[in-house]
């Protein structure tokens, strides 16, 4: 599987975003979310979703439709259709 491309567009004190691109294909890679975040999805999509028991689910992204997650969301994103997928994480820093 592919690497997905991540950009860190602002990291401050408070609040750090990341664009990130998924390719068809590709995948965040395992990942512990140590911040409360926010989701706004740039493109609509479908993104798979592993958990760490191998559980596999589908989420719908739906461009500018946000969402917000807390700390401690231990899964892999991946790409698995034959579109980029794009979204903005904003992780707020304690």
């Known amino acids: 599987m592919l690497a997905a491309k991540s950009d860190v567009q602002v990291d401050t004190s408070e609040v750090r975003v990341t664009e990130w691109r998924l390719a068809p294909g590709s995948a965040t890679g395992y990942h512990t979310h140590e911040m409360d975040y926010v989701i706004v999805p740039v493109t609509s999509g ?23 997650r807390k700390a401690g969301v231990q899964h ?4 698995e259709t034959a579109s980029e997928i794009v979204f903005l994480e904003v992780e707020l820093k304690p």
């Open 46 to 68: 479908e993104m798979t979703i592993v958990a760490p028991n191998g559980e596999r689910t589908k989420s719908q992204l739906a461009a500018g439709k946000s969402y917000f």
């Open 76 to 79: 892999d994103v991946l790409n």
